[in-house]
Nanobody
Framework: QVQLVESGGGLVQPGGSLRLSCVAP????????MGWYRQAPGKQRELVAH???????TYADTVKGRFTISRDSARNTAFLQMNGLKPEDTAVYYC?????????WGQGTQVTVSS
């Protein structure tokens, strides 16, 4: 059973920042695309950002310029730095590791943006 362990969610005011972390087993992290998805109540899960093993990144239009995804091979950890948070960013954020047809998910971490 592959475990992706997320942390860093919480309650933040609009305009604030949070950094999410996702730790993966080394055998997974070294060869999988790492990504972050989110799911708001009543909505489908959507891609936020992903990063390849080579460091190429992709972002949803809604977060471009505000969020930054990165990966640290020494710590087998993917990060999502979220700045300029808006109420519409409120969702459960899920870490994802993907390689061809194999996909692993974390348990999710709640991010709430509210004053």
């Amino acid at each position: 059973q592959v475990q992706l362990v997320e942390s860093g969610g919480g309650l933040v005011q609009p305009g604030g920042s949070l950094r999410l972390s996702c730790v993966a087993p080394g055998s997974i992290f070294s060869s999988y695309i790492m990504g972050w998805y989110r799911q708001a109540p009543g909505k489908q899960r959507e891609l936020v950002a992903h990063i390849t093993t080579g460091g190429s990144t992709t972002y949803a239009d809604t977060v471009k310029g505000r969020f930054t995804i990165s990966r640290d091979s020494a710590r087998n950890t993917a990060f999502l730095q979220m700045n300029g948070l808006k109420p519409e960013d409120t969702a459960v954020y899920y870490c994802n590791a993907r390689k061809i047809f194999t996909i692993y998910w974390g348990q999710g971490t709640q991010v709430t943006v509210s004053s």
